[in-house]
């Protein structure tokens, strides 16, 4: 049952394009389509956006994979799992442990037990390493009185670490290689990242804690599931149509794509920043700006079998694994080897991995696929950026949503789709503000 809002300037059964058919884009177009016209554009041959799940043939057996959106929880994902629940998507228990592998094999850790913190011996005896612990402990205790501050000053994550006497070993072998899996994004973006919202986010998942943590899951038969759910519901849905241009005028949408241009009387575009940005034939100042704040970093997605993209040390494989080398500049960009078989329940003996931007391919009798994504940077102007979003939406019957006007995650353009609904008169009894 969905308690009903009024709209004054989109009516009943009007025409809606929704562009894009990511988690904003589907989730815009299943909760419009209960009241408006809606077709769903879609550059790619595939709708799902990063949830992207392919069929992986190993051995004989045949299994789906998830390359994209991997997991969600049960503490900080309550829309999306209320969305689930209502299309019937099913889940299973996951796995969210977190290895660091640098220079090689020099430095390997996990958090997963003792035995995975110290599976280099020598670390009993490091003062480097045990001064990381400590550091880990003592940030973890105050995260909180630093929100507190951060949120009054203002600093960035890099302030945060030098203002709190956080020693290099804590930074390089934990906290930046933690923030670049995350976000999936170089350690050096992660210095730039707004301190508040860093540790906003941090404290909300329960990443800065050893209890009370909350339980992981993926979708049981992939990621698509859901995906070919909300599909199923709807009439216009155009994969492989890539929109052109946006145009607005006086009463109307008019989008272009390729193969012709049709008049709509409103228009989601649920795309990247910059994307919507381009699409717009006529954006105003404050479109530019807001749209044009938001950054993003472009990485390279290997799905293969090779275990020499893991950790050297099999005891400390986990969900999650941060392989890094310094770069050129001293800083290191991410690279993070995500072991499938820990997060879904695959049947396959072999280690199935997804790597991104390895410092060298897999080798290439492992590769199964390749796949490119971007992710959006969580830095000071986007986060400001996101403050000015409610000032253009509406503005000529256009809005906009994404993960990007949250922290980047599939909770996030879930709720962006939402408010947006709210908009054209619809909201879910299941909606959590």
């Known amino acids: 049952m969905d308690v009903q809002t009024e709209t004054h300037s989109i009516p009943p059964g009007s025409r809606v394009a929704v562009i894009g058919s990511g988690i904003a884009g589907l989730a815009s177009a299943y909760l419009l389509a209960r009241r408006h016209r809606v077709t769903l554009y879609e550059a790619a041959p595939y709708a799902g956006g990063h949830t992207h799940t392919v069929d992986v043939e190993l051995d004989g057996l045949t299994h789906p994979v998830d390359t994209g959106f991997l997991v969600f929880n049960d503490r900080t994902y309550p829309n999306l799992i209320a969305l689930f629940d209502e299309l019937d998507v099913a889940s299973h228990e996951s796995d969210m442990t977190f290895s660091v592998s640098l220079d090689h094999g020099r430095l390997e850790w996990a958090g997963t037990n003792l035995n995975t913190v110290f599976a280099q011996r020598q670390n009993l005896l490091s003062p480097s390493f045990l001064g990381m612990l400590r550091d880990i402990v003592r940030f973890n205790s105050t995260a909180e009185r630093h929100l507190e501050a951060a949120s009054a000053s203002g600093y960035s994550v890099g302030d945060l670490l030098t203002a709190g006497r956080y020693g290099d070993p804590f930074r390089q072998n934990y906290l930046l290689p933690m923030a670049a899996a995350i976000w999936s994004c170089a350690s050096a973006d992660v210095l730039r990242f707004p301190a508040a919202t860093f540790l906003r986010f941090c404290l909300n998942h329960a990443l800065l804690q050893v209890n009370r943590r909350p339980r992981w899951k993926t979708v049981a038969g992939g990621a698509r599931e859901y995906v070919r759910r909300i599909v199923a519901t709807l009439d216009d849905v155009r994969t492989s149509e890539r929109v052109v241009t946006v145009r607005r005028e006086r009463g109307s949408v008019h989008v272009a794509t390729?193969?012709?241009?049709?008049?709509?009387?409103?228009?989601?575009?649920?795309?990247?920043?910059?994307?919507?940005?381009?699409?717009?034939?006529?954006?105003?100042?404050?479109?530019?700006?807001?749209?044009?704040?938001?950054?993003?970093?472009?990485?390279?997605?290997?799905?293969?079998?090779?275990?020499?993209?893991?950790?050297?040390?099999?005891?400390?494989?986990?969900?999650?694994?941060?392989?890094?080398?310094?770069?050129?500049?001293?800083?290191?960009?991410?690279?993070?080897?995500?072991?499938?078989n820990r997060l879904q329940p695959l049947p396959f003996k072999r280690p199935v991995i997804v790597t991104l931007n390895p410092s060298r391919p897999p080798s290439p009798e492992t590769v199964l696929k390749r796949f490119d994504y971007d992710h959006p940077l969580l830095d000071s102007a986007a986060v400001a950026a996101q403050s000015r979003l409610p000032s253009i939406q509406r503005a000529r019957r256009t809005w906009f949503a994404g993960a990007w006007t949250g922290y980047g995650f599939h909770e996030d353009g879930l709720k962006s789709a939402l408010r947006i609904a709210r908009d054209f008169g619809v909201e879910p009894s299941w909606s959590v503000r």
């Open 258 to 340: 390729q193969t012709g241009c049709e008049r709509f009387d409103a228009a989601i575009l649920a795309t990247h920043a910059p994307d919507s940005l381009r699409m717009l034939a006529d954006p105003d100042p404050d479109e530019r700006h807001i749209l044009g704040a938001i950054r993003y970093q472009p990485n390279v997605a290997w799905l293969h079998t090779d275990p020499t993209l893991l950790p050297r040390r099999e005891r400390i494989w986990s969900a999650w694994n941060y392989l890094s080398t310094h770069g050129a500049d001293g800083m290191r960009p991410v690279c993070v080897s995500y072991l499938i």
